[in-house]
T-cell receptor
Framework: AQSVTQPDIHITVSEGASLELRCNYS??????LFWYVQSPGQGLQLLLK??????LVQGIKGFEAEFKRSQSSFNLRKPSVHWSDAAEYFC?????????FGKGTKLTVNP | DVKVTQSSRYLVKRTGEKVFLECVQD?????MFWYRQDPGLGLRLIYF???????EKGDIPEGYSVSREKKERFSLILESASTNQTSMYLC???????????????FGPGTRLLVL
């Protein structure tokens, strides 16, 4: 069965610092990978997605993610975090079956 | 922009009550989904639908049912609410044409349900 692991439950960074959120997926074939963000009290919004092609994917709000098949990883990055990025981030894997969500990483941004 | 709306943001019900959660999307999407979200557990799929009057069980369908009489509307029903159904419920939709797990899903704002 597919599974998605986000090793970090909670991360705190200072505003302006760089950010990397980790994600590992388990499915063998080329997966359909997504990162969603959930601001407090809101639904989920798509940041970016990877299906095939260039392994570095650009998303909204200055986020990017890199697909590394050899490491089964799809880490999310941002060079300079803004206070408005405080939210919960979900790595998600698709394919032929249902979407599988990681348990989420909550990001706190210190001023 | 795709808009997915849910009938209530907050709901308080009593144990044993029948509860209806409504979801409407305005982009003519084929696929619709109901998830519940609990701290530390992430999102879990309850039911989904690929077409009107069609439904499929997700990972945790017990205690729930759904109805899709019109393409734009997907209802989640708690036949007899219990305290362990206290949760955040999220509705989502996707365009269709591909398997639901290959498409972007668009989420509503969620309904936070408290069952007393």
């Amino acid at each position: 069965a597919q599974s998605v692991t986000q090793p970090d439950i909670h991360i705190t960074v200072s505003e302006g610092a760089s950010l990397e959120l980790r994600c590992n997926y388990s499915y063998g074939a080329t997966p359909y990978l997504f990162w969603y963000v959930q601001s407090p009290g809101q639904g989920l919004q798509l940041l970016l997605k990877y299906f095939s092609g260039d392994t570095l994917v650009q998303g909204i709000k200055g986020f990017e993610a890199e697909f590394k098949r050899s490491q089964s990883s799809f880490n999310l990055r941002k060079p300079s975090v803004h206070w408005s990025d405080a939210a919960e981030y979900f790595c998600t894997q698709g394919g032929s079956e249902k979407l599988v969500f990681g348990k989420g990483t909550k990001l706190t941004v210190n001023p | 922009d795709v808009k997915v709306t849910q009938s209530s943001r907050y709901l308080v019900k009593r144990t044993g009550e029948k509860v209806f959660l409504e979801c409407v999307q305005d982009m003519d999407h084929e696929n619709m989904f109901w998830y519940r979200q609990d701290p530390g557990l992430g999102l879990r799929l309850i039911y989904f639908s690929y077409d009107v009057k069609m439904k499929e069980k997700g990972d945790i369908p017990e205690g729930y049912s759904v109805s899709r009489e019109k393409k734009e509307r997907f209802s989640l029903i708690l036949e007899s609410a219990s305290t362990n159904q206290t949760s955040m419920y999220l509705c989502a939709s996707s365009l269709g044409g591909l398997a639901g797990a290959q498409e972007t899903q668009y989420f509503g704002p969620g309904t936070r349900l408290l069952v007393l």
